[in-house]
């Protein structure tokens, strides 16, 4: 069945980094757009970075550009999200979504893994 596993959030200090994984099965991994968002308590999912295909276009929000980076690797379907000078703002559980590049109706969500910047 289809499978889009998160893993590596955790608890970091400002200023630190992590490197967010998400790992897919049961679909063409390569077909598809990848995607992180963010959730942080009482406010709305929002999209930190995307990406097409591997070496392909990419785009950030604005509160990340500079310090996030998303890349893939379709031989191991994964995505990947470096977060690097994290502070408190990103705190958040972040998904990441596969969208397919011909039919944004067919999309999945990964379970989500918690983000904490802390002191």
């Known amino acids: 069945q289809v499978q889009l596993v998160e893993s590596g959030g955790g608890l970091v200090q400002p200023g630190g980094s992590l490197r967010l994984s998400c790992a897919a099965s049961?679909?063409?991994?390569?077909?598809?757009?990848m995607s992180w968002y963010r959730q942080a308590p009482g406010k709305e999912r929002e999209l930190v970075a995307a990406i097409i295909s591997a070496g392909g276009s990419t785009n950030y929000a604005d509160s990340v550009k500079g310090r996030f980076t998303i890349s893939r690797d379709n031989a191991k379907k994964t995505v990947y999200l470096q977060m690097n000078s994290l502070k408190p703002e990103d705190t958040a559980v972040y998904y990441c979504?596969?969208?397919?590049?011909?039919?944004?109706?067919?999309?999945?969500w990964g379970q989500g893994t918690q983000v904490t910047v802390s002191s």
């Open positions: 049961g679909f063409f991994f390569s077909n598809y757009a």
């Open positions: 979504k596969a969208v397919h590049i011909y039919s944004s109706n067919n999309y999945y």
